[in-house]
């Protein structure tokens, strides 16, 4: 599900759970308020009533046959005064008469006056008994002034009050009772509930207006920013929210703009380390986050040196362009085979180059990475020969002497503050260039020096050549020459 349909839903469900609580809340409190106006008002007209009639006449009224009497015609002209004055449109007033308790039991009541009409069939009789309607008057009081809850039945919702009526002494003979016809002004509150139902109707539609600005409101700088995040992903270093507004939105645009220069700050690192570093060794120093250390450090390292043989003899007889051509093709060749090998190209010397093993990140098989790239390299050579006269762009003899010498040297940034170079020097590195001058000397491609060849025995066939004597060295040197690698791991030397 999408933000914006979240949002979306979230401010439309508030909407209408915030109008829901408080149009239940308003009309729980209106339908009480006006159940408690109505209370009032119905005890009033039983109070006003009840006082004004006469309690002497009353009492004349004790047996069934009394219904025939002057007094009780004349009570009842005066009930159904009181009846019709309280039919009003503010308040209608169903039923007024008057009530004793028996002497039977303490809830059983007696009807004695009754204003309604002989026929209508909702008049009671006088010695008529009722049990006691449920709500507060559970007990008639004469003596006291009553209020009854709320009662439903089956001709609808009821609301009763009795008050005294006395005696000339100020003796309670009976209880005025009236009843008011609820349901027809709560009905009133069912308007109310309709119209809060209406006006809730609009909150929500407003609501939802609402919600639909503001989610494309929001979601329109997340759908810019997670389109610019999908361009990053899709390798698109270029890609920019560029997202000015003033809060978090902006600041989320100026974190994606500052992850994807450093994202391209890394890949022009990744691309200038794998200038000198093979990819898995300028990956290994990015990833790490720790950048080798690259101050001078004496260290076991394993030097190669490559040199075209008599290439200027061959360059004189070619052009310009196609001694850079040639040259850039096969460097492009042998410099693929050393970064393969974890190896570190440290220079290039004209027509040949120098390449470290070991160095800026340990290699515990430096030795046979050194040794593997050499044969690669000569395999290399020969294929890349063999396509040159292919297409006729160079058909003289085209070979290569390759030294490889291991051991201590040291190694760091050499050079200036204007100009750096990160090398090897030591006796190590210059024991590995005379090897691989000497590879004339002995007509072979590839020539180790003892250490390296401990380092490797049994992993390439290899062939002594006994001892040389090395310029700086007061000892020979023994020296081998590599000849491929050995089937099974036997070797011999």
Not at 294 to 321: H, N, Q, Y
Not at 427 to 434: G, H, Q, Y
Request: net charge negative; glycine share 8%; aromatic share 6%.
């Amino acid at each position: 599900m999408r933000y914006r349909t979240k949002l979306t839903l979230v401010l439309v469900g508030m909407a209408v759970v915030t109008s829901g609580v408080l149009l239940a809340i308003s009309h729980r409190l209106a339908r009480q308020i006006l159940v408690e106006e109505i209370q009032s008002k119905v005890l009033s007209i039983a109070a006003t009533a009840g006082a004004l009639m006469d309690g002497d006449l009353h009492r004349q009224l004790a047996r069934p046959e009394d219904q025939n009497s002057a007094a009780y015609t004349q009570l009842e002209a005066e009930f159904r005064r009181v009846r019709d004055a309280n039919r009003r449109d503010d308040i209608f007033i169903r039923y007024v008469y008057s009530l004793v308790p028996t002497d039977k039991y303490e809830s059983e009541i007696a009807y004695v006056v009754d204003a309604e009409e002989a026929g209508s069939g909702d008049k009671s009789d006088l010695g008529d008994v009722c049990e006691a309607k449920p709500g507060t008057m559970q007990v008639l009081d004469i003596s006291a002034y009553q209020i009854d809850e709320m009662v439903e039945d089956d001709f609808g919702l009821w609301l009763s009050a009795n008050a005294p009526i006395y005696d000339h002494a100020g003796e309670p003979v009976a209880a005025l009772g009236v009843d008011f016809a609820a349901h027809d002004v709560l009905a009133k509150t069912n308007a109310l509930l309709w119209s809060g139902l209406a006006a809730m109707g609009v909150a929500v539609g407003l609501a939802v207006g609402l919600s639909l600005f503001l989610s494309r409101h929001v979601s329109r700088p997340l759908d810019r920013l997670a389109d610019t995040v999908k361009q990053i992903g899709r390798g698109d270093l270029n890609a920019q929210a560029r997202l000015t507004a003033n809060d978090e939105f902006g600041e989320m645009s100026d974190a994606i703009d500052g992850m994807t220069a450093g994202l391209r700050e890394r890949e022009l690192l990744k691309g200038v380390l794998t200038r000198y570093l093979s990819y898995q060794v300028a990956e290994k120093v990015i990833r790490s986050g720790v950048v080798p250390e690259l101050k001078g450090e004496r260290r076991p390292i394993t030097v190669l040196f490559l040199d075209i043989r008599e290439f200027t003899a061959m360059a004189d007889r070619m052009s310009s362009e196609e001694v850079v051509a040639l040259l850039n093709e096969f460097f492009e060749r042998m410099i693929d085979v050393i970064f393969q090998g974890q190896g570190t190209l440290d220079k290039f010397t004209g027509d040949g180059l120098m390449a470290l093993y070991g160095a800026p990140l340990e290699d515990a098989g430096q030795a046979e990475h050194a040794v593997e790239a050499a044969v690669r390299m000569q395999v290399e050579m020969r294929k890349l020969v063999a396509r040159w006269e292919e297409q006729g762009r160079h058909r003289s003899l085209f070979s290569m002497g390759i030294g490889i010498n291991s051991g201590a040297a040291t190694v760091g940034n050499i050079g200036s503050t204007q100009r750096m170079d990160y090398t090897a020097i030591g006796d190590t590195v210059n024991l590995a260039s005379r090897l691989e001058t000497a590879t004339k000397e002995f007509d072979v491609d590839i020539l180790i020096s003892e250490s390296t060849y401990q380092a490797v025995k049994g992993k390439f066939k290899t062939k002594s050549l006994g001892k040389i004597s090395v310029k700086g060295r007061a000892d020979p040197v023994s020296v081998y020459a590599v000849l491929d690698h050995v089937e099974g791991g036997a070797g011999g030397g």
